[in-house]
């Protein structure tokens, strides 16, 4: 099939759709009561799998925002403004990780935001020492970052690994000047074959670099330079996001809406070229919007069918288990229930001071919602699907649903209990999970609800 009859087929099934993250969706979950039991859903989650504990920190500030960005930050205000949210921050770490329970070993961290190193170093490794004091870190322990390269120095980066950090995000987004420019980006601070390669020497073993395809004055020809120029940093990890724009939830990205932004069929055509040079360049596809080396955990995660996937993001099971969430907007995600702290900063510190409650919504899953979470996890990272008899019970006629894409060649039937995402379907995997899942059944229009699917 022709890049551009792929492309058609392919437009038919650019429908707003949840990217799950996580399930339900974070739309799907329900306000915080005054009498619902955070600590219990916290310390019952210590009985419950994965035992593994991963803790993810959010720093809602930037040196400055782009127009963009789709993340929960500000700008920086003044520093006694940062002192007074890591006070919280830290207030919140002492209140709740007595909940958790310490015969648990801690296998991931993350910093994410906003811009994590928008704060002076010493606030992120006072966290880090907290967690080191109260549990054992596995020895294979990930500690990562995001950082907006426009402010990453040598100093700065050696300060990191001091602290702890073991792994290393950049927002590239894209390489050309003009497109940064409209998108209110400045470009990174040192050349970024050279950023990949400082941070490796100082032992980073991992880099990341984000790509963005879809912005304002992107065409062919800017984004695929920008692909080539990605793999000559030699980072071990790409992640390839569709520009997600959505102005009813970020007003700033209405800046854009001055521009002519990408079509959806320029996008599948950015997207597929850029996939054929990573690929021909030897790095794996994983899942729906990463490349990785082959060497790389989450493509040996990848190939073992143990990939997970998270509000972060695609991980491994294994490093990942259940995840405990500080910091405003921050999610925690157990096993049994999400968790949402409040989006706000100033009321996140406020509550965190009155010893009030800093979650706003929450979501404790049934069993039924569980076996969903699962199903679609699982095609999502897998591609494929093979369900129990119980499975294929609860899906009841959604079964026939998802066989039936067999028909657009989006699907194989391997057996009466087995699905495989074919090559185009692996395209649209979020159209194909969104088949299943319950919670979309009204046939609701989603627009304004979820971004599109490509
Ligand atoms: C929290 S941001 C962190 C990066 C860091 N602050 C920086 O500026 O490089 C994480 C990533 O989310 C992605 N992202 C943010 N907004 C997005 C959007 N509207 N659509 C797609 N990806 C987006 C970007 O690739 C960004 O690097
Ligand atoms: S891309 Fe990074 S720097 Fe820009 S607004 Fe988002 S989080 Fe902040």
């Known amino acids: 099939m022709s890049m551009e009859s792929i492309i058609e087929v392919l437009l038919r099934y650019n429908v707003n759709a949840p990217r ?22 916290w310390r019952d989650s210590n009985a419950l799998f994965p035992e593994a504990l991963s803790f993810y920190f959010h720093v ?17 205000k003044e520093e006694s403004y940062v002192e007074a949210y890591f006070a919280a921050l830290y207030s919140e770490m002492d209140k709740k990780l007595e909940w958790i329970s310490k015969e648990r070993k801690v296998h991931q961290i993350h910093f994410g935001g906003g811009t994590p190193t928008s704060v002076p170093t010493v606030y992120l490794k006072s966290v880090i020492d907290r967690l080191k004091e109260l549990f054992e870190f596995t020895d294979f322990v990930e500690v990562a970052i995001e950082c907006n390269p426009a402010t990453v120095t040598e100093e700065l980066l050696l300060e990191l690994r001091e602290a702890g950090f073991n792994r290393v995000s950049y927002g590239i ?9 409209k998108i209110g980006r400045e470009p990174s601070l040192l050349p970024v074959p050279y950023l990949v390669d400082f941070s490796k020497k100082i032992g980073f073993k991992s ?42 939830v970020r007003p700033e ?55 997970h996937r998270n509000f972060q993001g695609y991980c491994t ?69 093979k369900v129990s008899a119980k499975e294929k019970e609860l899906l009841g006629n959604k079964w026939g649903v998802l066989c ?27 159209f194909v999970a969104s088949k299943m899942d319950p919670l979309l059944d009204s046939g609701a229009n989603n627009e304004g609800v979820f971004s599109k699917t490509i």
Not at 60 to 76: A, D, I, Q, V
Not at 174 to 181: A, E, H, Q, S, T
């Open 404 to 430: 039936a894409l067999a028909k657009d060649e989006l699907v194989e039937v391997l057996s009466d209990h087995e699905i495989v995402a074919t090559e185009l379907g692996r395209l649209v995997i979020r």
């Open 173 to 181: 987004q894209d390489f050309n000047l003009k497109v940064l420019k």
């Open 253 to 307: 990205q209405k800046v854009l809406d001055s521009y002519v932004i990408p079509s959806a069929r320029d996008k599948m055509r950015f997207f597929l070229n850029a996939r054929a040079i990573f690929m021909e360049a030897g790095y794996l596809e994983v899942g729906m919007d990463h490349f990785v080396k082959p060497s790389d955990s989450l493509g040996i995660a990848a190939k073992t069918g143990s990939l």
């Open 60 to 76: 809602p500030f930037c040196n400055k925002r782009c127009y963009f960005c789709g993340c929960t930050s500000e700008n920086l």
């Open 20 to 41: 799950y993250t996580s399930y339900p969706p974070a739309n799907f979950f329900d306000e915080v009561k005054e009498d619902t039991p955070i600590e219990s859903i």
């Open 317 to 385: 099971r294994e490093t990942t288990g259940q995840v405990y969430a500080f910091g405003s907007s921050a999610i925690s995600q157990l096993d049994n229930a999400y968790l949402q702290n409040t989006k706000n900063t100033s009321e996140y510190i406020r509550t965190v001071r009155l010893g009030l409650k800093t979650e706003i919504k929450v979501h404790e899953l049934s069993v039924t919602e569980k076996m969903y979470r699962d199903m679609i996890e699982r095609l999502m990272c897998n591609h494929s699907l």
């Open 207 to 248: 880099v990341n670099l984000d790509l963005i395809y879809g912005l304002p004055g992107q065409n062919q020809e800017v984004f695929l330079d920008s692909v080539h120029k990605t793999i000559e940093a030699n980072p071990e990890r790409v992640a390839l996001f569709s520009y997600a724009h959505v102005p009813w």
